[in-house]
Each structure stands twice: as structure tokens, then as C-alpha cells.
Nanobody, 125 residues
Framework: QVQLVESGGGLVQAGGSLRLSCTASGLTFTSYRMGWFRQAPGKEREFVSA????????YYADSVKGRFTISRDNAKNTVYLQMNSLKPEDTAVYYC??????????????????WGQGTQVTVSS
């Protein structure tokens, strides 16, 4: 079956960095665009970043643009999210997702078929 396993979350001070990883199995990785979403307590899940199947196109929410970088290694079936200059408002559970539904905008959760279990990111002030 399909599995997406995130890692790399943790506790970091404001201004610090973390790199999240998400490794996929059970699917043809290059057939899926990959996305990162996050959900803070009491808030809706929100789009963070996405990357095209080839890795040639990337997309970011305005709130993270210039601070986060998404990348993928198709040979390793892994997508990364490098997070720099972290702020307390970045605190959330971060989820990776694999999507084949190209009729949906990359920011829409409906675009994604499979989701990871999430990894907690906590940024202290």
C-alpha cells in the first residue's frame, strides 16, 4: 500500500531552521506532484508548498515565500522542505501529500490522493 513517512520535525527557536523529509513508497513517485500542508491547533489545514512531478516548478504560500524551499529527489522517492528563519506562527503539524488530480489547483487539498501522518514543528519565541 501507499505510505508517506515524514521526518525532521522538532522544537527550534525563532530564527532557526529545520528540514523536513517525506519518503514515499507503494507508488510511482514521478507520477505525483508533491505538496506540504500544515495545521495549527484550532485552525484549518493550509497549503505551504508544492513541487511538480519533475521538480521543475515550485509553489509557495505567501506566508513562507523566501523562507522555505521545497525540493525532491526522484531517485530516492523523497520530497524535502527546508525551513529557514522560522517564526512562532510556523508552529503546526506538517503533512506531506502526493497528488495525481491535475484538474485541481496545486494549493487545494482535493488535488492530493495520499497523505502522511504528519510531523510536529514547534517554534519557540
Amino acid at each position: 500500500q501507499v505510505q508517506l513517512v515524514e521526518s525532521g520535525g522538532g522544537l527550534v527557536q525563532a530564527g532557526g531552521s529545520l528540514r523536513l523529509s517525506c519518503t514515499a513508497s507503494g507508488l510511482t513517485f514521478t507520477s505525483y506532484r508533491m505538496g506540504w500542508f500544515r495545521q495549527a491547533p484550532g485552525k484549518e489545514r493550509e497549503f505551504v508548498s508544492a513541487i511538480s512531478r519533475s521538480g521543475g516548478a515550485t509553489y509557495y504560500a505567501d506566508s513562507v515565500k523566501g523562507r522555505f524551499t521545497i525540493s525532491r529527489d526522484n531517485a530516492k522517492n523523497t520530497v524535502y522542505l527546508q525551513m529557514n528563519s522560522l517564526k512562532p506562527e510556523d508552529t503546526a503539524v506538517y503533512y506531506c501529500a502526493a497528488g495525481s488530480r491535475l484538474q485541481y489547483n496545486f494549493q487545494a487539498y482535493q488535488a492530493y490522493d495520499y497523505w502522511g501522518q504528519g510531523t510536529q514543528v514547534t517554534v519557540s519565541s
